[in-house]
Nanobody, 119 residues
């Protein structure tokens, strides 16, 4: 019903940049938020950044000033531009889409894309 396809992960040196993309398809007209989460080995999944339907953005303190979330409504795609990457940014990054159906929120997740920051 809803599919999220992520791309853009990879290996980058500290201080480098990557851009993640997440293309959404299916019945998504009633979405209320799109975002990115990450999970490092041995740690819980955490919110990285989110963008609401009206364009309001929210970032975790650890990425503020380095990461930027944006959305292309025509392409149903959300992006995460990651600059000044640090080794502690290494994790699997997951795209998230929140949709309301009859007033009930549903969460959808992408398959995850690995980001490794290492010299």
């Amino acid at each position: 019903q809803v599919q999220l396809v992520e791309s853009g992960g990879g290996l980058v040196q500290p201080g480098g940049s990557l851009r993640l993309s997440c293309a959404a398809s299916g019945t998504i007209s009633s979405f209320y938020v799109m975002g990115w989460y990450r999970q490092a080995p041995g740690k819980q999944r955490e919110l990285v950044a989110a963008i609401g339907r009206g364009g309001t953005t929210n970032y975790s303190d650890s990425v503020k000033g380095r990461f930027t979330i944006s959305r292309d409504n025509a392409k149903n795609t959300v992006y995460l531009q990651m600059n000044s990457l640090k080794p502690e940014d290494t994790a699997v990054y997951y795209c998230n889409l929140g949709v309301l159906r009859n007033g009930i929120p549903y969460d959808y997740w992408g398959q995850g894309t690995q980001v490794t920051v290492s010299s």
